[in-house]
């Protein structure tokens, strides 16, 4: 973060919001609803190129729908995303750029499937893939389809620009239940409606020329990663969900909705300064994306194509900062007016680390001045509380540095959702105040007060059984055995199964983001392939994963391989804080969490500095089970710590661990993993930052596994 004074060249952008779609009824009495994060993601991400990137209002084409109850868009119909404005603004955004400039495109609203312009390309039933315009109500409006979009991208790279395109939406969509004020970005079935056939963008066969051209080997109507376009071609592709999931928007933060993706993107960006240096790659960032919108939504996967070993923002016209200049300095009341709002993503209680001034190397600990609290919150400049540290004197015009990750919430909120489509004969009331009933004196979940969002939702199913719902209503998979709502032990049964997920997914939340750490970026993690026929006394021959943008997928009985690699320089053996101590847990689909490297009781293997430990799975999964997801998380320490405090048994077996894994934590990250453990938590929320950051991170991968 940093106050640009100077404008950023190099780099354009064109973002697109749509939250108001004309209330006209497609032929076949369907209807795109209205949203309430699509606008406002895209006033985020504006301020996030302002603010963050010193980006001028003239390198930004912006088309909104602002909805406000009213029948039209609050905007200009000259600044509405209509299918004209896009496609024009595509054009001007082309011609805006010069060669070897960025090119960034953010679209968030609704996303649909409509019948072919190329059906020799992609067969008689074949789809496009399309972003959906605020009149797409009138049946002479159009969709910007993928074939358009294709060509439009390939015309930019042509020219020689580097593209990045962020698609915040569905391919059809679907419905979301319960209590929370969840929204899906898209229709839920295809569009039918017969609608003008001519492009604005080119001739139907310059767009099929350009589409075969960019797909020359895939069968018609192949849907490889996204599904949104052709395997990327001089351009990275970031997509909110797979083909087959749903994009979601949710109040993140209690009132105010944002897409899953952009609010994972502004996240994972806005709490790592350091990481938009040159080092952060879009693979580095999907990763972390992946992992924050699996804590919230597990059926949606953010989906990454293109080159992601691409630096972001890694062109040599954007040189962000990565610090927030003390602007004010108040010795008597000990607090500094810094630089950072919320307008930066900002929150009270963000700490900071301030050093002396010139410093550009932020991750020299030692030469902190001070530490730095927000306690009063602004648009853009904020007051925080400071203690000084080695007898420092703070002057204005000194740099701070974010360190803070803020916390892991323990206790997790329970809605009861009685459903309106059941038979009388079931009696939910009753049911639902047996589950409250069991909540009382629960420190791990707690039932949600009206108003307020919720992890869990808690409803019955047509053969009066209980089910435990997510945040938008989708059943949380692989709980077992059933719990009948006349059997007078299962709403005990079912908080205890409430409590197993809390724990769940509080450890996979746990993650280091403090990017001054000499650890941060020091491990790496990747999966490199599988191998169908492997013998652990060989040498693995990996070959690269079928699929491609997003989580790789093997069979049961396939072997997959986990690459680990200390990136301090080779030569520093003898010093014990450039050798990494790592530990790998699996987080299995019955909710069972073990460590599976090392085996046995030990608590970690030593990587050198300059070396790297390749060790490898065989896929497998639970009896009964068709296909799952495996979170392989990998922590690095400097020092001993034992992780099998995190250890879970499958969900509904009951908790073993020998005495040699219980002994007591002996260190304060032991303390923090032991309290994950407890019965009862001793504090609402998790405060990582209150933990050892300089001496531990973290990282994970994820693996889908299929029953052939």
Known sequence: MSNHSSETSGLYALLIGIDCYLPNRLPDDGYYSALSGCVRDINHVEEFLQHRLGLSEESILKLTATNFGSNEPSEPKDKWPTYENMVAAFQKLTDMAKPDDQVYIHYSGHGERTKTLVPELKGSDGLDEALVPTDIGYSEARYLRDIEIAHLLKKMVDK?????????????????????????????????????????????NELADTWQSLTPNAKRDVKLGSGWLPESKGYVLLAACRPSESAYEYPFEGTESNGALTYSLLSSLKDMPEDLSPGLTYKQLHDRIVALVHSQFENQTPMLEG?????????????????VTVMKVDPDKK?????????????????????????????????????????????TDSWAEFSILNNATIVQDVQAVLFDPGSVQLVKKVHMVKRDDLPPEIDQTAALENVKNALNGISWVELAKDGETAEYQVAINAESEFEIWDRVGQTVANLRPPLKTDDPQSATSLVQRLIHLAKYH?????????????????????????????????????????????????NVGEWTFLRMRNNFPPGQENDPSRILNVTVLDMRPDWGISQVYPSGIEFFEPLDPGHEIIISFRADLPAG??????????????????????????LDHPRTRSA?????????????????????????????????????????????????
């Open 160 to 204: 020689g620009l580097i593209v990045t395109i962020v698609l915040d939406s569905c391919h059809s969509g679907g419905a979301v239940r319960g209590g929370n004020k969840a929204a899906v970005r898209g229709l839920g079935k295809v569009d039918t409606t017969q609608r003008p056939m001519k492009s604005l963008v080119a001739s139907i």
């Open 307 to 323: 080159d992601g070993s691409r630096v972001i923002f890694g062109s040599d016209h954007v040189q962000p900062q990565y610090a």
């Open 335 to 379: 607090r500094v007016l810094l630089n950072a709002g919320q307008a930066h993503g900002i929150r009270n209680g963000a700490q900071f680390a301030i050093y002396p001034p010139a410093t550009v190397d932020f991750t020299q600990w030692e030469k902190r001045l001070a530490l730095a609290k927000i306690t009063q919150l602004d648009a």
């Open 506 to 554: 509080t450890i996979g939340q746990l993650s280091n983001y403090d990017a001054t750490s000499p650890l941060a970026h020091k491990l790496t993690v990747e999966l490199i392939g599988m191998q169908k026929d492997y013998d652990p006394a060989d040498q693995p021959k990996p070959q690269p994963f079928e699929n491609s943008g997003g989580i790789p997928a093997i």
């Open 625 to 650: 089970y068709t296909e799952g997801k495996d979170v392989i998380k990998v922590f690095a320490t400097i020092g001993t710590t034992n992780f099998h405090w995190l250890e879970l048994p499958p």
């Open 660 to 708: 040699s894994t219980r002994s007591g934590p002996t260190n304060p990250l032991e303390k923090l993993f032991a309290s994950i453990s407890e019965e009862k938590p001793k504090t609402r929320n998790l405060d990582l930052s209150a933990n050892p950051s300089r001496k531990w991170f973290t990282t994970q991968v994820e693996i889908h596994i299929d029953q052939p």
